[in-house]
């Protein structure tokens, strides 16, 4: 069983608007990532970090920022909220220790209207 | 580069019906593959995994996955569908336990009629 945790898991905001989507794992994983998934659809890579002060952009650009200043924390950020933003926002990690397998949260359903 | 496919957006079962979901591979070095399901407004969960040693994988919820090499294939099977069973199936391939991609197929929605 994962311990990831994504607060929080529904949000409506207005265009405009700063959001911080948070992440947290107990497990010590040193890789983290958020994906980006529209509702039935492929999942998209848009950040990822391989262990603290470590982040890099993925596949799929994004306008959105991330940080790794602790092990367990990777927060994203939206500065500016727009409608195209709204998406379900998926993290997870991943340890070699845990057969390189990624664990996911449950998913954070961000509305911009 | 590793990529994977998986044949079939949507696939349609019967309840008490086989279900089978394909998935291929490719990698340059010795693939870990992996089997995710994921449910309704919820995050993905892991099925099965191969890694190395017994090529059929056994999983949660009565499902299964073989690994064939010849055939840089990682089909998920499961002998008789459970309305539950109803989800998006995401087949994906890391290159190794030391590899740093970690790539996802399109997914397969798999719907059970009763």
């Known amino acids: 069983e994962a311990d990831i945790y994504q607060t929080p898991r529904y949000l409506v905001i207005g265009t405009g608007k700063k959001i911080t989507l948070e992440c947290s794992q107990t497990m010590g994983h040193d890789k983290m990532y958020w994906y980006q998934q529209d509702p039935g659809m492929e999942l998209h890579l848009i950040h990822y970090?391989?262990?603290?002060?470590?982040?890099e952009k993925g596949d799929l650009s994004s306008e959105s920022t991330v940080s790794r200043i602790r092990t367990e924390h990777f927060p994203l950020t939206l500065e500016s909220a727009r409608p195209s933003h709204t998406s379900q926002y998926l993290c997870?990690?991943?340890?070699?220790?845990?057969?390189?397998?990624?664990?996911f949260g449950e998913g954070s359903w961000l509305t911009v209207v | 580069a590793q990529s994977v496919t998986q044949l079939g957006s949507h696939v349609s079962v019967s309840e008490g019906a086989l279900v089978l979901l394909r998935c291929n591979y490719s990698s340059s070095v010795p693939p870990y593959l992996f089997w995710y399901v994921q449910y309704p407004n919820q995050g993905l969960q892991l099925l099965l995994k191969y890694t190395t040693g017994a090529t059929l994988v056994k999983g949660i919820n009565g499902f299964e996955a073989e690994f064939k090499k010849s055939e840089t294939s990682f089909h998920l099977t499961k002998p008789s569908a459970h309305m539950s069973d109803a989800a998006e199936y995401f087949c994906a391939v890391s290159e190794g336990n030391y590899g740093q991609n970690f790539v996802f197929g399109p997914g397969t929605r798999l719907s059970v009629l009763p």
């Open positions: 970090s391989y262990g603290v002060n470590s982040t």
């Open positions: 997870a990690s991943r340890a070699r220790t845990s057969g390189n397998t990624i664990y």
